[in-house]
Each structure stands twice: as structure tokens, then as C-alpha cells.
Nanobody, 124 residues
Framework: VQLQASGGGLVQAGDSLRLSCAAS????????MGWFRQAPGKEREFVAV????????YYADSVKGRFTISRDNAKNTVYLQMNSLKPEDTAIYYC??????????????????WGRGTQVTVSS
């Protein structure tokens, strides 16, 4: 499966952004989908994951209550709605696909497929 993230940009603290990740190739609904991010000089970190059905979700503590992950299997797309953005949310955001469709893993190596990432910059 090929993944392409989009929707990043430069915003001010407190603003919102919605990231999208479009998938092509094998059946999108076979995969759990995750978002990760990587800030300059830091390791890639887990943000959120959604099961194949969209029913189960799991968030990093740092974004819980501010970010919402969702998916539309008919459109082969997963979303990350980011509200109340903070400067520390600045990073490149990546979407990823886990072949274990029911998994809610926060472990990057669990994910077999990755998109190229989209830059999110939050100014103070």
C-alpha cells in the first residue's frame, strides 16, 4: 500500500489543522492506521492509531483531548484533526499502515508501510 500525507502547514499556537493520508494499492480496510511525528533532533514518536473499523482508537498522552484520528474506508483516507496546537507539536507527521488490522500499536516497527510525511509548524 502507498501512503501520501497532506495538510500540514504553518499555524499559530491555538490554531487547528487537519491532516489527511490517502492510501492506494491493497485494501485499505485491511490495515490499522497510525500517525507518528518526528521533531528535529528527536526520535519518531507515536501520535495516534485507529483500527481497521474505526471503532478503536488510541492516543499518545501528549495529544489526548486535542487530536482526533478518524478514517473513511470508502475514500481510503485516514485523518488527524489537530486542535489547540502548541509549539511542541511542531514536527513532520507521518502516516503508517499496520497489517495487523485490529492492532493499536504505538511501536513504529510494527508498521509495514509509511508515507513521506507532512510538515506541521506551530509558532508561539
Amino acid at each position: 500500500v502507498q501512503l501520501q500525507a497532506s495538510g500540514g502547514g504553518l499555524v499559530q499556537a491555538g490554531d487547528s489543522l487537519r491532516l489527511s493520508c490517502a492510501a492506494s494499492g491493497r485494501a485499505f480496510s485491511n490495515y490499522a492506521m497510525g500517525w507518528f511525528r518526528q521533531a528535529p533532533g528527536k526520535e519518531r514518536e507515536f501520535v495516534a492509531v485507529i483500527s481497521w473499523s474505526g471503532i478503536s482508537k488510541y492516543y499518545a498522552d501528549s495529544v489526548k483531548g486535542r487530536f482526533t484520528i478518524s478514517r473513511d474506508n470508502a475514500k481510503n483516507t485516514v485523518y488527524l484533526q489537530m486542535n489547540s496546537l502548541k509549539p511542541e507539536d511542531t514536527a513532520i507527521y507521518y502516516c503508517a499502515a499496520d497489517r495487523n488490522s485490529g492492532s493499536l500499536s504505538d511501536y513504529a516497527r510494527q508498521y509495514a508501510y509509511w508515507g513521506r510525511g507532512t510538515q506541521v509548524t506551530v509558532s508561539s
